[in-house]
């Protein structure tokens, strides 16, 4: 096992991870940019190192310097959480290099996975269903072409791209080209890698994926699924597991993640991402790190992800057997984001002036808050997640709006309330929603709830 972690994140993943690690007993190292002097990660690990001044670019994203903070500091290995370096396959190969152990999958299954045209490829190759639409990265004629067979609407979506960016829906002809220019110029800006591919768009589908867990001995098994359908701009906003789906097609989409798992070898935690419509299911992508949303997975099966992720890349078996993996009853979880949801969600950050948590059995509140936090203004606007567990999906809805209705955060403007609205609307609460509920609903949830 590991001696000593070093954190390759912030926030309340970071706290997560080394909360995880101390409780197996790991020394764990934070490091932090000038800007989270006074973040709780930095005073929770047994060690911390300044790697850069604030934009993410000269610390969070600065592999020399996280790679320099484990060698000085001894660690063995870096977790490096979600977003960041997490899917940066040149980072882990470097890990690899200096003798530190990458807490993920080998940098050539990130490299893979991380090339969204790519990881189609390999899926339809490994028998999984894709959405229809080009399994390679296209040039603009080549998008032309393909259109005219498609037909409309269709999405330009970045090989790079994750959370919502490099996305374009093309209604009709005309609009291609520009959908087309704007795609890339998104995906070169923010992932540096501008290359497209193109995908029939779904007009109504829900957002379901499947957690999987592999070893480097081969053995892969999945942990039920998660229905993240609830969304702003394509980005997540509450997830629930398991998700609500007629009994057959789910032990289909089980199987296929599992089948997508095992076609790469697949080792440590992954997510296989699919879309579901008119009872078919089609997969978008694995995002091959652990996802914000792993709690409500973690709270139906009992199983610590994290821990897990620790293990696996620490060279132990994973002793569980998919017969093992028990579901009880139903978790759904919340994100709190610093944002103001009637100005389209427009990031809101400040100062915690007062906070109070809901506590009780089966509630879980992820964050790295603390009372006079400032939060500062050049990361994620998520404060925090509210998890809550429930014997059926009605008493967890319930619970989940008690402890809404119980839980303060004042100093900024966030989505409280907004996600309360969500919580108490009546398509919700009949599990009748897929990825098109914001844009249905916005204005009702922005006003009375309704
Ligand atoms: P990212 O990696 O940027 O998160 P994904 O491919 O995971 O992108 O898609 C994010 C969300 O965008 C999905 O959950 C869904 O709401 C929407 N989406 C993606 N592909 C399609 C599609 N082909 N049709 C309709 N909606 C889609």
Partial sequence: MFHKILVANRGEIAVRIIRAAQQMGILTVAVYSTADETALHKELADEAVCIGPAPSKLSYLNAQAILSAALYTGADAIHPGFGFLSEDAEFAKLCEEVGIKFIGPNAKTIAI???KAKAKQTMKDAGVPLVPGSAHEVTLEEAKNLAQSMGFPLLIKASAGGGGKGMRIVQNADQL????????????????????????????PQHIEVQVLGDKYGHVIHLGDRDCSIQRNHQKLLEEAPATLETKLQSSI????LKAAQAVQYENAGTVEF??????FYFIEMNTRIQVEHPVTEMITGIDLIQWQINIASGLPLTLKQ???????HAIEVRLNAEDPSKNFLPSPGTLSFIHLPQGLGIRFDSALYQGYTIPP???SMMGKLIVHGPTREAAIKKMQAALNELILEGMNHNQSFMQSVLKHRAFMEGRFDTTFMQRYKEGLLSDGT
Avoid: P, T
Avoid at 177 to 204: C, I, P, Q, T
């Fill in 323 to 329: 017969e093992d993996i028990q579901y009880r009853g």
């Fill in 113 to 115: 996975m991380g090339d």
């Fill in 378 to 380: 050049f990361y994620d």
């Fill in 254 to 257: 089980r199987e296929a993640a």
């Fill in 275 to 280: 879309l579901v419509q008119d009872n078919a």
């Fill in 177 to 204: 080209e520009s959908a087309y220019l704007a795609a890339r110029n998104e995906a070169k800006a923010a992932f540096s890698h501008d290359g497209v591919y193109m995908e029939k768009y779904l007009s109504n």
